[in-house]
Structures are given as structure tokens and as C-alpha cells.
């Protein structure tokens, strides 16, 4: 804001940019919030709690991996975050927004391998150490560009307090967790079959698994009987599997079989003989009523494997080749090659039956989609129950809340199916196990700090795991590891737990979840109140976007054609809560429309500054248009208020769309000229600087939703007597709801008004009168009208909105004939009619003759909907939504025709 004018002086004109072209001062913009260090939360204590008894603000960024560019769901996503914290700054609560990037173990080593496989290099040739300088110089870039992408989109992040999930904060606090959860009895290691995604050379969770469908096939075939005594009949769809198989199983009460239970059969390709085991798990419907057991490569085989004591044949190296556990001509084989092998050699083998086509769900890897194979390896485990248990309970006593609400069932869903979460990866770059085993004695050292001897036996010889971390884990820890935890730091204390998170739904498993756990288990709160799950953004065809399909949007490139705040306002614009947003890059004139329109509107206002000098609000004495537009803007601030409450960033952006465009701009400041371009200095004085504080005041309402154009405009506008005084508009205070503002019966009066100028409008338009050509009203109320007198009172102001050469607001005989002159037409509006005398303002014979062809033209229309909609084959066959589209069609010409009938029998030839 411009520095106050000594004394009364008379402004000077302010004179605005002529085309709005926000690529001139966003980054400008950008730059004087960081130096004023406005995004950083407010030390002073009052602020901390609003005045009102609440707690900071404080929201935690979902942190980025550190592998690519943001895409518009990250645009979405900090949008609306960047929304609410700019909302609840203004609302005078100290509010802090944690920034940062996760390293994203698995994804981040793909991208380095494949770029050292480009360069003809590999990580196994430059060791662990060198791989993972050379990772962190990759992962350094992305943050770097991450960070940029961020700021240009106009993110109020606390920068000094930017984190990632590798640095040696969070490092040390992974290191808590993972000794803490250790001593608790709550990690284990263990032999186990997990899923292993070959491409990646892993073990990947459950969560981790994305299921597919697939065409394939389920593959017959019989094992002979050892003794000679015949075969039994087995299918898989998995069939190179059977050169681990260590058994057969069948149902212990399935008479087909009890006889050859505690029997041997000969296992073809591989010269080995297996038992016939009884166990309930089989389903003697299912086929021939015998399993195959391949305890190292299923769950539930494993299972059976377990009660048996079955020997466990692992047949797949961890590039998913065959290992040399199998016969030698399949060594070194890929599955897919080894099954074509299998499946020849068991037909020459003279024991393969047939193959019929199978659809079934086959896991795929969610980072590579490589399809995952069951996998028996030593791995580190986090028993899930216990800490499930009480997140879940979280939720049930209202301690969380989801929005919309329905994606509780989905979080509680996943609680109550929880298994124990696979926490190790077979990668270099993470957070590696802090475990260590003594080649001395055999045992294991789990630490906090790097030991140099082993704690059991005193030995030198000790080696660390050699697995890194689930990424997740990392990322659990976030809203309290990113404050300092394990340390109280003052930030844990201040601004712990967080208030909000801001995500989406396809991570409620991976992150949403575990960071509740997490939470619970060690700082004993729930790291957040409030769970905003983001609509998911698709084409305009409803594809949802992606690489493959080329239909996805750079919001970089948003930003550069159309300004950060036309995506940022066109997003909030579309997001309803529970609803997918369907876009494509022309969608975001929306914001952009919106943007020009305060660019414009401002720079008409800040023209008429010229010779002025700005009263104080508190001097003038507000007429009943004022009042109005006051009880609107006081309207707008207690639904803004609401929404934010609520998460409907739809209903806000739609709040101060409706609130400027339409009550401040098309009315107010319209209604204003007459004020304007009086001869009565003192008049222009009072109309400028009302209008002065109302621009001022929209600005802040609207900042958070379009923060770079409303600082902009801010920074240029007059000081404001008896204003806040607020150096920068980022800081200024939230308009709020005032009781004293509040005017019903003014404003229901100003509505008589609005649609009497509506209707008179719209029936210029219907009748072309050119804008420039006056016409002659006279306004009809009904006996008793409240409207009456106010319509009398404002003729100068309803005459100046309509165009209208001369008005007379008379009251309407009930019942009687008034003669109204000829070429006259009446608006029929709530308790008045609005006579409008056209015949000086166009050619009433020609208009006339013009709408009786329309008419006929409507009339033909109408009988040949009504005909469509009287056939009983039509409302029977067609399908119900074109039914209902040609009820409307019918309605809609139905009032037309109504409209015009009403026109012609008021015009006399």
C-alpha cells in the first residue's frame, strides 16, 4: 500500500498496467514475501492462538520424491494447501507450513541405474559408497527444481525450515524409531515369503502390490504313483513351480485319496520323490481335489509347508532366474522361459493332460510394474496389530476426521485387514538398518549409535545389514520428525501435532495410516485433526492423466500462459468435495477471466484517484446501496469462513467470484457512477473513498485463492485512513463476520431493485434496443409493495442502470385496465410490473413482425416436442436421459412462447 498523503492532500491518479499480464510481477511478488520473511510463523504469542484460544495452524507438506517434476496433482495438492495457510495467516493464527522432499528408495535407485546404464555403468561396479554420492548429486537437482516449481506456483512454504526425509535430522529420527519399535518387541527378522519384484531386486509390502488382470492359462498334469500304482492329477497356472513342489496335498476327508495318503509320488524333471500329505486347507471341490505344495513360492503352501515339516526349495535367484536348487537345463532361465521348457518336457514326459485360457489377478510391482514373485528370504518385519489397534481407535472416537467423510471406511478397512509390514529393500539408497552382526559369536547388535565391538561378546568383527529401509518408514515420521523429534525441540512443543493434511486417497495406506501409528506408538497423539483427501484431476474425456496416455497437464506451463493464480483459482474453482475434476489446459481461463476482471476493475477505480482525498470510513454515513453492498461483503466473509471450516474450496472460490464479479463490480461500482461523475466534489469524495475500502477489504478476502494479482493491487492502492496499516497484504487481517454489517431488509430491498433492472435489461436485449437508445419506464407496484418506495427513492439510480429516458414508479390498479401508450411492453416482476415504452427506442412494427415469425418458428418446435413426447414408443424405447433432456427442451419453449405471446399482446399496431 502507497504511503498516506500528508494531511488531506489530493491524490494523484494511479495508473495500472492496460493489459493484465501477471508473468510481469509474480516472481517480483514472490520475491518481496521471502524477503519480508512472511511465510515464516509469527513469534509474537498473541498471534499464536488467533485471539480466539486456538492453536497454530501448521500443515506438513506430502513430501515429494525426489525423482521427476511436479504434475498437476501436486499442483492440486499444494494449492489448496498454500489456500489454507494464507487463509488462517490472515486469521491472525500463527501458521507454519513444513516444506520438503522424500528420497523414494526404489524409485530414486531406478532412475540412477538407468542413467548409469546409459553411461555403460552399473552400481556393482561402482561400489555402495560411490552409488550413493552419485544418487544424492541426482537427488540434490530434483529438490532443487522441486523447490523452484513450488515457489512458482506461489507456495507460502516456511523455507528455513525445509527437510528431507535423508538429512541428518531425520536420519537420527528413523534410527529412534526403528531401535524404539525393536526394543518394544514390535520388529523382527525372520525367513518369510514376501513379495519380490525382480526388476527392482526387493522385497516390496503388501501395500506395495498392485493387482492385474491377466490372460493366462491353468496347466493339467499328472504325478506317477512311486509304486507304480497309477498317477494323481494336479493344475497350476504357475507350472515351472513344480520344480520346487516338496509334497501333494488332499483333504483328509476326501475318500478319492485316503489310500494314498503317507504315499510317494515321483516328481517329473527332476529325479526326486515327494510325499502325499492330508491337510484341511485343500478344497476338494476345487478340481481334482489334489495340490501341488511349492512351500518357498506360495503363502498358503507355505502354511502347509509349516504343519508338515515340508523341506523349502527356493528355485529363483534374486534377479528372477532360476537357481541352481533346480535341474540344470533350467538354470539361468527366466520364468517365462523356464515355464515353455517345463511344459514341452512334461508332454514328452508323457504326464501333461492339457491347458485351458484362465483370467487371473496377478501382483505386479507398483514402481516398475514387473509382475512380483512370492519369495522366500530373511527380512525385517513391524508386527502391525498392536499399533493398528490403536490407530484405528483413533478414528472410531472422532480423534481423526476424514474428508469427505466416506474414506474413514477405506482407512478402517485396511486397519482391521492389516498384516505385518515388510520394512526392508534390498537397495543401497535409504536409511540402512541399524542392526549388526558379529561373525564371533553369531549374535545381533541393534543400535541407535554405529557400534565399533559387538555389545554381546566384545568382537571387532561386526558387519551392518545390509537392506536399507522402506521408504515408508521414513515418510511415517514425518509431521514429528520434520520438528525435531527425537529432541523436544521448541518446534515439537509449538507446533506439534499438526492440524491438517492435505493428500490423496491412493496413499491412505501407504502414508495416511502409518503416520497415525507412528504417531501414536511415540508421541502418544494423532499427528493431525483434519484429513483432506483431493479430488483426482482427469481429461476432459474423464482418462485420468498419465504418461502413457499423453494427456497430462505441466503446471509450469499453466503458470507461464495463464498465471499462477488462474491455476490455483481454476483448481479451487472445480474441487468439489468427492468429485474428480474433469479439465483440460483451457479450463484454466476460468482463473485467468477472474484474474483480468480485478486487474481491470481496480485499474478503472485507481484512475478516478485523480484530485480526491480519501475520508475515513467511520465519517461517512452509509446510504442504503452502501449498506448493501457491506451486508454482501459481510455475507461472503462468513461463508469463506465456512467453506474453509469445511473444505469445500469449491464453495470459496465460488463465494468471491460471486462477491466481486457480480455484487462489487456489476453492481456496486456501476450504481457508483452516478457518485463518480457528480459536480459535487464532496459526492466524488465519498464515492472514491468507499470504493477505496471496499477494494481493499475484496483484496483480502480474496487473497488466499489469487494471492500474486491481490498483492499486486494491494502495494499500489492509497493508504487508507483508519485502515490496519498492514505494510503487505499476505499480512493483513481476514475480513470477518460483523453483526453491525448485517442488513437483511436493505438488501432484500436492493434484491426488488436488482431484478427490476434484470428484467428490464433482459427485455432490451430481446428486443435489440442499441445500448445507446433511451426508453421510457414506468414501474407498477402492487398496493403495499415494501419495494415501492425504495424503487422511488433510487429512480436516478435505476434510470442511470437501465438506460431509461424518463421512470415513474406508480402503484398498479388490481383488477382494472391501465392504458399504457402504444409500442409499450411489460416485465412482469415479484409484486410489479415493469412497463417499458419501446417506440422511441427501436422500430416497434418491425420488431413485431419479427417476433411473430419467431413465435411461429417456436410454435413448430413446440408440437413436434409434444408430438415426440406423446408417443408411448418414444417415452418406452429411448433412454431416460433423453427423455428428461426433451421434457426440458419442452418446458423451456413452452416459457418462450409464453414470453413472447405476453409481448405481442402488450405492443399496439
Not at 63 to 77: A, D, E, S
Not at 324 to 343: F, Q, S, W
Not at 722 to 741: F, K, T, V
Not at 798 to 820: C, H, K, M, N, T
Amino acid at each position: 500500500m502507497l504511503s498516506e498523503a500528508s494531511g488531506a492532500a489530493a491524490l494523484r491518479a494511479v495508473e495500472l498496467e492496460k493489459t493484465f499480464n501477471p508473468r510481469e510481477f509474480e516472481d517480483r511478488i514472490y520475491a518481496f514475501w521471502t524477503d519480508g520473511e512472511y511465510f515464516s510463523p509469527s513469534e509474537d504469542s498473541s498471534a499464536t492462538d488467533g485471539g480466539e484460544g486456538e492453536r497454530p495452524f501448521v500443515i506438513v507438506i506430502p513430501p515429494p520424491n525426489v525423482t521427476g517434476v511436479l504434475h498437476l496433482g501436486h499442483g492440486l495438492n499444494n494449492s489448496i494447501q498454500d489456500i489454507l495457510v494464507r487463509y488462517y495467516r490472515m486469521m491472525g493464527v500463527s501458521t507454519l507450513w513444513v516444506p520438503g522432499t522424500d528420497h523414494a528408495g526404489i524409485a530414486t535407485q531406478n532412475v540412477v541405474e538407468r542413467k548409469l546404464r546409459a553411461e555403460g555403468r552399473s552400481r556393482e561396479e561402482m561400489g555402495r559408497e560411490a552409488f550413493v554420492e552419485e544418487t544424492e548429486k541426482v537427488s540434490e537437482d530434483h529438490k532443487s527444481t522441486i523447490r523452484r516449481q513450488l515457489q512458482k506456483i506461489g507456495a507460502s512454504c516456511d523455507w528455513s525450515r525445509e527437510r528431507f526425509t535423508l538429512d541428518e535430522g531425520l536420519s537420527r529420527a528413523v534410527r529412534e524409531a526403528f531401535v524404539g519399535l525393536y526394543e518394544r518387541g514390535l520388529i523382527y527378522r525372520g525367513s518369510y515369503l514376501v513379495n519380490w519384484c525382480t526388476s527392482c531386486g526387493t522385497a516390496i509390502s503388501d501395500d506395495e502390490v498392485e493387482h492385474k488382470e491377466i490372460n493366462g492359462a491353468i496347466y493339467h498334469y499328472s504325478y506317477p504313483l512311486s509304486d507304480g500304482s497309477g498317477s494323481i492329477v494336479v493344475a497350476t497356472t504357475r507350472p515351472e513351480t513344480m520344480l520346487g513342489d516338496t509334497a501333494v496335498a488332499v483333504h483328509p476327508e476326501d475318500e478319492r485319496y485316503l489310500h494314498l495318503v503317507g504315499k510317494e509320488v515321483d516328481l517329473p524333471l527332476t529325479g526326486r520323490r515327494i510325499p502325499i500329505v492330508a491337510d484341511t486347507y485343500v478344497d476338494r471341490e476345487f478340481g481334482s481335489g489334489a495340490v501341488k505344495v511349492t512351500p518357498a513360492h506360495d503363502i498358503n503352501d507355505r502354511e502347509i509347508g509349516l504343519r508338515h515339516d515340508l523341506e523349502v526349495i527356493n528355485i529363483l535367484n534374486p534377479d528372477g532366474s532360476l537357481a541352481d536348487t533346480v535341474p540344470e537345463r533350467y538354470r539361468g532361465k527366466t520364468v517365462k522361459e523356464a515355464r515353455r521348457l517345463v511344459v514341452e518336457d512334461l508332454k514328452e514326459a508323457g504326464v501333461y493332460l492339457h491347458d485351458e485360457h484362465h483370467t487371473h489377478q496377478v501382483g505386479h510391482c507398483y514402481r516398475c510394474n514387473t509382475a512380483v514373485e512370492p519369495y522366500l528370504s530373511e527380512q525385517w518385519f513391524v508386527k502391525m496389530r498392536p499399533l493398528a489397534d490403536k490407530a484405528l481407535a483413533a478414528a472410531e472416537k472422532g480423534e481423526i476426521e476424514f474428508f469427505p467423510g466416506r474414506w474413514v471406511n477405506t482407512y478402517s478397512h485396511w486397519m482391521r485387514e492389516i498384516r505385518d509390514w515388510c520394512i526392508s529393500r534390498q537397495l543401497w539408497w535409504g536409511h540402512r538398518i541399524p542392526v549388526w552382526y558379529c561373525s564371533d559369536c553369531g549374535k545381533m547388535t541393534v543400535k541407535r549409535e554405529d557400534p565399533t565391538v559387538c555389545e554381546h561378546c566384545g568382537g571387532a568383527h561386526i558387519r551392518q545389514d545390509e537392506d536399507v529401509l522402506d521408504t515408508w518408514f521414513s515418510s511415517g515420521l514425518w509431521p514429528f520428525s520434520t520438528l525435531g523429534w527425537p529432541d523436544k525441540t521448541p518446534d515439537l512443543g509449538r507446533f506439534f501435532p499438526t492440524t491438517t493434511l492435505v493428500t490423496g486417497y491412493d496413499i491412505i495406506f501407504f502414508w495416511v495410516a502409518r503416520m497415525v501409528m507412528m504417531s501414536l506408538e511415540f508421541m502418544g497423539q494423532v499427528p493431525f485433526r483434519d484429513i483432506y483427501i483431493t479430488s483426482l484431476v482427469r481429461d476432459k474425456n474423464g482418462r485420468k492423466m498419465s504418461k502413457s496416455l499423453g494427456n497430462g497437464i505441466d503446471p509450469l506451463e499453466v503458470v507461464d500462459e495463464y498465471g499462477a493464480d488462474a491455476l490455483k483459482f481454476t483448481l479451487a474453482f472445480l474441487s468439489a468435495q468427492g468429485q474428480d475434476i474433469p479439465l483440460d489446459k483451457n479450463t484454466f481461463a476460468i482463473g485467468s477471466k477472474f484474474a483480468n476482471k480485478i486487474w481491470n476493475a481496480t485499474r478503472y477505480l485507481l484512475m478516478n484517484l485523480e484530485g480526491r482525498r480519501l475520508q475515513p470510513l467511520s465519517e461517512i454515513e452509509l446510504r442504503p446501496l452502501d449498506r448493501w453492498i457491506y451486508h454482501r461483503l459481510n455475507e461472503a466473509a462468513g461463508a469463506m469462513a465456512a467453506s474453509m471450516k469445511s473444505y469445500r474450496f469449491n464453495d470459496a472460490a465460488h463465494t468471491v467470484y460471486e462477491f466481486f464479479w457480480n455484487d462489487f463490480c456489476d453492481w456496486y461500482i456501476e450504481a457508483s457512477k452516478l457518485s463518480l461523475y457528480s459536480d459535487d466534489e464532496g459526492e466524488r469524495d465519498r464515492a472514491v473513498s468507499l470504493l477505496m475500502c471496499l477494494l481493499e477489504e475484496s483484496l483480502r478476502l480474496m487473497h488466499p485463492l489469487l494471492p500474486f494479482v491481490t498483492e499486486e493491487i494491494y502495494q499500489k492502492l492509497p493508504a487508507i485512513p483508519d485502515s490496519h496499516g498492514s505494510a503487505a497484504l499476505i499480512a493483513a487481517p481476514y475480513p470477518r463476520l460483523q453483526a453491525e454489517r448485517e442488513d437483511p431488509a436493505t438488501a432484500a430491498l436492493f434484491g426488488a431493485l436488482q431484478e427490476l433492472v434484470t428484467l428490464v435489461r433482459t427485455l432490451r436485449s430481446e428486443f435489440t434496443v442499441p445500448p445507446q437508445n433511451r426508453v421510457a419506464l414506468e414501474v407498477r407496484c402492487d398496493t403495499g409493495l415494501a419495494a415501492a418506495p425504495f424503487f422511488e427513492a433510487h429512480q436516478p439510480l435505476i434510470a442511470s442502470l437501465v438506460g431509461a429516458s424518463e421512470l415513474r414508479v406508480v402503484e398498479r390498479v388490481a383488477d382494472a385496465a391501465q392504458a399504457s401508450s402504444e409500442g409499450a411492453v411489460a416485465a412482469v416482476g415479484t409484486g410489479f410490473e415493469a412497463w417499458v415504452d419501446l417506440k422511441d427506442a427501436v422500430d416497434v412494427a418491425a420488431v413485431t413482425q419479427r417476433m411473430r415469425k419467431e413465435l411461429e418458428k417456436q410454435r413448430t418446435l413446440f408440437d413436434r416436442t409434444d408430438k415426440k413426447l406423446s408417443s408411448s414408443g418414444f417415452l418406452e424405447k429411448a433412454d431416460p436421459a433423453v427423455v428428461e433432456k426433451e421434457r426440458e427442451k419442452h418446458n423451456e419453449l413452452a416459457r418462450k412462447i409464453e414470453k413472447m405471446e405476453g409481448y405481442l399482446s402488450s405492443l399496439k399496431d
